[in-house]
């Protein structure tokens, strides 16, 4: 069965959005400090990524458009050791129900960068998140997580314009970027880390995070940006809400306050129903035009 162009952004996006949420947990498990875990994670992916970017014809692509690779590397260096921080600083529970803002910055500079429309139920959608995400700003013992919280809307910021500037310029070589992305953290981190302090166990989870579970996660949510609008990927940061605070909650006993369970539930509440709602609209469309697979 052939998919549509809306339903492979679906289902590349969602798998990017399941591995990305086991980072706030290999996290905690490295157990060492922020810029450590911000420095191998960074210089780890652009050791795996680096090489297949490398080639003649990924390296033309970067030449197309090289002030707009240089701004999305940017993008995506600031969001990991935003990340990172945040997690440091907050609860991941809080740190992943604060990324779900990423849509409402996703929209506004789609707007006013690209002229995108952007449709009702994703505004709507936008609305009920904040409306969720400001519960865990407002909830019990949110004062001594404000520095966290506020790194992760920061991070929040990063990815929204990451996205936009991905979907005004879609040749972008998004391997290349990536791989330019970890570089670049990994030198903001490097002055503050401490690289070679790390046991065996702890740098095996900053291996597993670096080498595999990050670039897969990052590599598939920018490819979605071929086929869906910035704010709908944005969206999806959604799962990693629920999933996110589920593997530490399961596995650390990381408990999150009642204030982000609410939250966190309104946010995967409104993402399932956006879902729902533009796969219903695009079975629609087929119906009405089914020579047209877009």
Known sequence: ?????????????????????????????????????????????????????????????????????????????????LF????????????????????????LLSRLFLGEQVALRTLVAIVLCTFGMSLVFLGKGALGMLEGNLYALAAAAAI??????????????RVSVIAGGGLLSAAIALPLAAPLALDAPRFATLALMGLVQMPLATVLINTATRYLPSTEVALFYLVETALGTLWVWWL?????????????????????????????????RLRLYPGIVR
């Open 1 to 81: 069965m052939q998919l549509s162009t809306y339903q492979r952004g679906l289902v590349i996006v969602l798998l990017g959005v399941v591995f990305l949420s086991f980072d706030g947990l290999l996290i905690r498990l490295a157990d060492t400090d922020g810029w450590t875990i911000v420095f191998w994670r960074g210089f780890l992916m652009f050791c795996v990524l680096g090489a297949v970017a490398a080639s003649r014809r990924r390296l033309r692509l970067v030449r197309l458009h090289p002030v707009a690779s240089l701004g999305s590397a940017m993008m995506l260096g600031l969001t990991s050791a």
């Open 84 to 107: 990172v921080l945040a997690v440091m600083k907050a609860s991941v529970a809080n740190v992943v129900v604060i990324l779900s803002t990423a849509p409402m910055f996703a929209a």
């Open 160 to 173: 929204g314009a990451n996205l936009t500037l991905l979907r005004r310029y879609p040749r972008i070589d």
């Open 252 to 284: 650390l006993g990381e408990q999150p306050g009642v204030s982000t369970l609410v939250g966190g539930a309104i946010v995967i509440a409104v993402l399932v129903l956006h879902a729902w709602r533009g796969l219903h609209l695009e079975r629609q």
